[in-house]
């Protein structure tokens, strides 16, 4: 008996040929081609990539846009982590050196927030709004500028000195377990996102204190 499928051969394949003449990769956008430019420059460009690229229309070719857009999901990022081990802190079961780790991590990721969310409104002075055009390519400059700048460096790396103070307190063997792991990969999802965004927000300093020298 002949199988059935050799008579949907043709169809199958005419149906491939087709798709494939249809499936035509869409040519990147301005926007999309300088966010993964970009993204290039910094220690984990897929992270960067991932995260920023959907938003590649708002940041709009804007250095001081990709630095904030960096920043801000940074927030969201460590938002995030601490919703997630507030779950884990309420689960039943847990040892006592779980729950007191878990507690105290729980405080410094609060603290990370705090500093997050102080360099996301200081990030905002230095943009458009305050003397630095929609494109990034003359960022402000000058002395309070400066300012802003060094205070966004500062508390960013404050956030991520405190996330990583969390995971030394489940560094021991006593605690190693499912907890530690889940805990562990909180920590790394914001080491890296934060990580990223300080080396977009050097990478606009830099553009500003070049403006500021050329003057």
């Known amino acids: 008996m002949t199988n059935p499928t050799l008579y949907l051969l043709p169809l199958i394949l005419s149906l491939v040929y087709i798709s494939g003449a249809n499936a035509v990769v869409a040519k990147p956008t301005p926007q999309e081609s300088f966010v993964d430019d970009t993204c290039f420059i910094t220690r984990y460009p897929e992270v960067c990539v991932g995260s920023l690229l959907p938003l590649a229309n708002a940041i709009n070719e804007s250095f001081h846009e990709l630095a904030r857009a960096s920043l801000a999901m940074s927030l969201v990022t460590v938002e995030s982590a601490k919703a997630n081990m507030l779950k884990l802190a309420n689960l039943k079961g847990l040892k006592p050196m779980e729950y007191g780790a878990l507690k105290e991590c729980i405080d410094q990721v609060e603290d990370s927030v705090d500093r997050l969310s102080q360099s996301v409104r200081e990030i905002a002075h230095l943009g458009p709004a305050n003397g630095g055009p929609a ?31 969390c995971a030394e307190g489940f560094s021991g063997q006593a605690l190693d377990g499912k907890i530690k792991t889940l805990v562990q990969n909180e920590v790394t999802n914001v080491e890296l996102i934060v990580n990223v965004a300080l080396d977009l927000f050097q990478l606009f300093a830099n553009r500003v204190a070049t403006a500021s020298d050329d003057e």
């Open 135 to 165: 494109n990034g390519e003359n960022p402000p400059h000058g002395e309070e500028s400066s300012w802003h700048g060094s205070n966004v460096d500062t508390w960013s790396n404050a956030a991520l000195n405190q996330v990583q103070r």
